[in-house]
């Protein structure tokens, strides 16, 4: 008889502070903490990782809702410059780092004192109101089959306080992992949450193609039309097709755990009215 998973009256480790997020490098207690757990639990046949920005959480509308505030808070000029600054530090780090762009506009004009109600409107912005409809729902549904984890890029301090802020480091029981470059930390992905198989949810056809590269069958990879880049035909036409495209984050409730075997196998077909999977090529 094949062994089932979670084993009967037992649950997936969890994280031992739930919502103590932040980037995964040079923490020795969190790097061993799947090492420490494999040793009592086999690995998971799957684990499904999400991207946050675009994919559960409406990024766009966020930067929307900061632009109207810089311009009300500093003017047109002052938030042009702003962006200047944010758009400098993303070539320079390889992420957003909005935090950082407000402390070199301070660097630059140190006596523009509004800057100060734009770092509490980032603080405090409500970002539980910015999530997609059902994308909590998606995380519990996908974790019926396995753990979900968030697999992200961005900074140390305001992308672990929008994670935490919306639900979704809730929702996932902590499991957070935030990187510089994500497609660049497999390994250490696959250290801290082995599986046989992985599925990941994103609105970066880029990133999506570069994981399948390095994984190949090991990885399913789902492709949601959410946001700027996943609905730029000139992004999109520069990469190859995902294993699984989906309109809105919600069409994932549509899915069962038959929708992602590893590439090879035969799964079952959609049932009618399901989103239509996009056909993998061979070689891909």
Known sequence: MPRSWPPPNAAWPKARNKCSIGTPQNNPSEANLNTKTSRFFPPPRAVFLFDVDNTLLDND???ADLEKYLEKEVGPRGARQYWKFFEELRDELGYADYLGAL???RAKYPHGLRLLTISRFLINYPFADRLFPNSLEVLAHCRQWGPTVLLSDGDVVFQPRKIDCSGLCDAVEGRVLIYVHKELELADVARRH????????????????????????????????????????RITAAHPAADITLERIGDLLNYDELSFPPCGRTAAAPAPGRPVRTPVRPGR
């Not at 090991?218 to 609905?231: D, I, L």
């Open 194 to 233: 082995p599986a046989r198989h992985y599925v990941m949810v994103g609105d970066k056809l880029r990133i999506l193609a570069a994981m399948k590269k390095v994984w190949r069958a090991r990885v399913t990879t789902v492709f949601v039309r959410q946001g700027h880049y996943a609905t730029d035909p």
């Open 61 to 63: 509308r966020v930067i």
């Open 103 to 105: 402390q070199r506009y």
